[in-house]
């Protein structure tokens, strides 16, 4: 198996613009996470997903982050408009159930000027 | 939110020592994992003890888990060079959800 597969590996953009990360989680883990890592705040979790559906978001910092599971084997993560103090890395972990291990991405390096 | 907090925040050893971190928490868990990242690398899981588990070992890691202090640590034996990374425990609460500590960077020297 692949591992768990994200794009791009960089972003950079303008502030304003419209910012999408891309997952493709392990086959057949059932559970898929969103982190953000900063410096500042360290490893935060925004948001995850059981089976596609969306079970927790309340680590979503504001409504112009929003995040899709269309099916077994893709999520998106969504910011628009981007902001400066989104940049940050973004990573992606899937699993294979509540209480297992998580396989992490590489991670998505986004800069926003 | 962070629940883990690591300590020391960062760890210099000589290639062979032994490098100890320490892990702790404030509410109940299912379980605490233990993660290691590279420089702009992902993370990658070490080691899970559950919490009727006091302690583990995987090759060269052995992982302690002390419920009543909420600690857990995080021994590495017989340093090497490829070592060099942070290090993050991570709870696992009733919400399923994980809760990272901010990490022990260590740095082992050759």
């Known amino acids: ?12 953009t303008e502030m304003g613009q419209e910012v999408t990360l891309r997952c493709k989680p392990i086959s057949g883990h059932d559970y898929l996470f969103w ?17 596609n559906v969306p079970i927790d978001d309340s680590g979503m910092p504001e409504d112009r982050f929003s995040a899709k599971m269309p099916n077994a084997s893709f999520s998106t993560l969504k910011i628009q408009p981007s902001e400066p ?15 297992h291990e998580q396989f992490f991405g590489p991670g998505t390096r986004l800069t926003v000027l | 939110s962070q629940q883990g907090e690591e300590d020391p925040q960062a760890l210099s050893i000589q290639e ?45 890691l052995r992982v302690t888990l002390d419920t009543s202090k909420k600690s857990s640590s995080l021994l590495i034996t017989a340093s090497r060079a490829a070592d060099t990374a942070s290090y993050f425990c991570a709870t696992d609460s009733n919400d399923y959800k994980l809760s990272f ?10």
């Open chain 2, 101 to 110: 500590g901010a990490g022990t960077t260590v740095t082992v020297r050759a």
């Open chain 1, 85 to 99: 103090r989104d940049s940050a890395v973004y990573f992606c972990a899937s699993s294979p159930g509540q209480g």
């Open chain 2, 16 to 60: 062979g020592e032994n490098a100890t971190m320490n892990c702790s928490y404030k509410t109940s868990i299912n379980n605490l994992q233990w993660y290691r990242q590279n420089s702009g690398r992902g993370l990658v899981h070490l080691i899970l003890i559950r919490s009727n588990e006091r302690e583990k070992h995987s090759g060269r």
């Open chain 1, 1 to 12: 198996d692949a591992g768990v597969i994200q794009s791009p590996r960089h972003e950079v």
């Open chain 1, 35 to 51: 982190y953000r890592q900063t410096m500042m705040r360290g490893l935060e979790l925004l948001i995850y997903f059981n089976n």
